[in-house]
């Protein structure tokens, strides 16, 4: 398996992020529900994608905002966070933009897991992303997280019969340094095409910085015995992302 380009690969899960689709972007606080508009992932970080349709735009390449060096997995959110993403068996792909989401995002996963069904679940993963202003509720952390990992659940899990995003919530507010930060979970189950039952927690940790910008640090923790070897990767993940 090619560590860096993702093995088996998290193409279908990168293609998630972005198959959504075209809706007006509607937050409301309860839940602050966020859609989003379709965006072709980028084949290089400095290549534009050939549009999907005449209603498409290219959009810009990614900026690498946020960057996950691909030889020893540091974590960089210049000049604020830095951070170290697990290494083997998790496979990195390459920067994803999504309209209406992400400006960019890029997802690890351990593909290696037998479990894994492209297209219905997710191997244990961990993303990383900077937030499209847009899907910020201005001031309110709690309701950003659990909008947006309400629709990651939703878009990541939709081939699973149903389909349901549940417990979403958030824990007390905390900071990264001095930057204000917030967790919100949800719980994910359906049912698989082999009628096996899948469940799945979803954690976010959004972080505000200055200038308008959001990151955010997502986990995904599938409920099988595979998966759960790797979870105090995601721990050590998570506790390893610091303001310098």
């Given at each position: 398996?090619?560590e860096?380009?993702?093995?088996?690969?998290?193409?279908?899960?990168?293609?998630?992020?972005v198959?959504?689709?075209?809706?007006?972007?509607?937050?409301?606080?309860?839940?602050?529900?966020?859609?989003?508009?379709?965006?072709?992932?980028?084949?290089?970080?400095?290549?534009?994608?050939?549009?999907?349709?005449?209603?498409?735009?290219?959009?810009?390449?990614?900026?690498?905002?946020?960057?996950?060096?691909?030889?020893?997995?540091?974590?960089?959110?210049?000049?604020?966070?830095?951070?170290?993403?697990?290494?083997?068996p998790?496979?990195?792909?390459?920067?994803?933009y999504?309209?209406?989401?992400?400006?960019?995002?890029?997802?690890?996963?351990?593909?290696?897991?037998?479990?894994?069904?492209?297209?219905?679940?997710?191997?244990?993963?961990?993303?990383?992303?900077?937030?499209?202003?847009?899907?910020?509720?201005?001031?309110?952390?709690?309701?950003?997280?659990?909008?947006?990992?309400?629709?990651?659940?939703?878009?990541?899990?939709?081939?699973?019969?149903?389909?349901?995003?549940?417990?979403?919530?958030?824990?007390?507010?905390?900071?990264?340094?001095?930057?204000?930060?917030?967790?919100?979970?949800?719980?994910?189950?359906?049912?698989?095409?082999?009628?096996?039952?899948?469940?799945?927690?979803?954690?976010?940790?959004?972080?505000?910085?200055?200038?308008?910008?959001?990151?955010?640090?997502i986990?995904?923790?599938?409920?099988?015995?595979?998966?759960?070897?790797?979870?105090?990767?995601?721990?050590?993940?998570?506790?390893?992302?610091?303001?310098?």
């Amino acid at each position: 398996m090619d560590e860096t380009d993702g093995g088996r690969g998290l193409g279908n899960a990168g293609r998630a992020l972005v198959s959504v689709a075209a809706v007006a972007v509607v937050v409301t606080i309860a839940l602050a529900v966020i859609g989003a508009v379709r965006g072709p992932v980028l084949p290089a970080p400095t290549v534009a994608a050939q549009t999907p349709g005449p209603a498409s735009t290219v959009p810009s390449a990614p900026v690498q905002r946020v960057s996950v060096d691909p030889l020893s997995r540091r974590l960089s959110v210049e000049p604020y966070l830095s951070g170290q993403l697990p290494g083997k068996p998790f496979a990195f792909d390459r920067p994803t933009y999504t309209k209406g989401l992400f400006t960019e995002a890029t997802i690890g996963g351990g593909t290696s897991d037998p479990d894994w069904k492209p297209d219905e679940n997710l191997p244990v993963a961990v993303i990383v992303a900077d937030l499209e202003p847009k899907t910020v509720v201005a001031g309110d952390l709690d309701a950003t997280g659990r909008g947006v990992l309400a629709e990651l659940g939703r878009r990541f899990y939709k081939g699973l019969s149903g389909l349901a995003v549940r417990d979403v919530r958030s824990d007390p507010p905390t900071t990264i340094g001095t930057y204000p930060a917030q967790w919100a979970r949800a719980t994910v189950t359906g049912t698989l095409s082999t009628g096996a039952a899948e469940k799945a927690e979803l954690s976010l940790l959004v972080v505000a910085l200055p200038n308008g910008r959001h990151f955010g640090y997502i986990e995904v923790r599938p409920d099988r015995p595979q998966a759960r070897a790797h979870f105090a990767a995601l721990d050590r993940a998570a506790a390893s992302i610091v303001a310098p």
